[in-house]
């Protein structure tokens, strides 16, 4: 009897460990309007990867080291690696952190965006969007994004408030990368781990078939 009570309490324990580490590392959220249209519709449903942007906060004085696959930006060290060019996340309204938002990165800290006749340049290059609904009109002065902070924009950009209008995210508002679109069924889409553009590239290109 007791071997059964044991056996009972520890397949409690360990499946409330395993909540909680799922918890932890994934998050699902509904997509609410088309401000990511076509990349993202009303009422999908997104699994969100909370591990990946995982940091340690150095201070202003960075007197370490990077160990092994360590990356170190800034003022913190990424386990695994900072938001990149292209990737789509999740993060809470600079205007309103109660309000979570989904966006694609297309600024990095350092990074100068510009908006001209509705294409979008990163350090002087323009990035090929395939996948945007862009506007024609849309224009914006050069951004330098600071540090530990990053510009985002939705693919719908006739549609979309974001850093045009409220300026760039915060790192530490950033709750982590869209990893598989898995509702409704038909619609079911994992998205890119590796950087989907590079801004340092001679041609910026965001292809449809890369997302």
Do not use: C
């Amino acid at each position: 009897m007791r071997a059964a009570i044991r056996e009972i309490i520890e397949t409690i324990i360990l499946s409330l460990l395993l909540f909680i580490g799922i918890q932890f590392a994934v998050q699902t959220y509904q997509v609410e309007g088309a401000s990511m249209y076509p990349t993202l519709a009303q009422g999908q449903y997104l699994l969100v990867n909370k591990v990946i942007y995982r940091h340690l906060s150095v201070g202003e004085t960075v007197n370490i080291s990077a160990q092994r696959d360590d990356v170190a930006r800034g003022t913190h060290i990424f386990p695994f690696h900072p938001p990149q060019h292209g990737e789509v996340v999740v993060f809470n309204a600079p205007n309103d952190p109660t309000r979570d938002f989904v966006k694609r990165v297309m600024g990095v800290p350092g990074d100068t965006v510009e908006i001209r006749d509705g294409r979008t340049y990163i350090n002087g290059t323009r990035v090929q969007e395939d996948y945007a609904e862009l506007d024609d009109f849309d224009e914006m002065e050069e951004l330098i994004v600071p540090a530990n902070s990053y510009f985002v924009m939705g693919d719908n950009r006739r549609h979309s408030n974001d850093s045009r209008d409220w300026g760039t995210v915060p790192l530490e508002h950033i709750v982590g990368r869209a990893w598989v679109r898995y509702w409704p069924p038909h619609e079911i889409r994992v998205f890119p781990t590796e950087q989907v553009f590079s801004a340092s590239a001679s041609a910026l290109n965001i292809s449809s078939r890369g997302e």
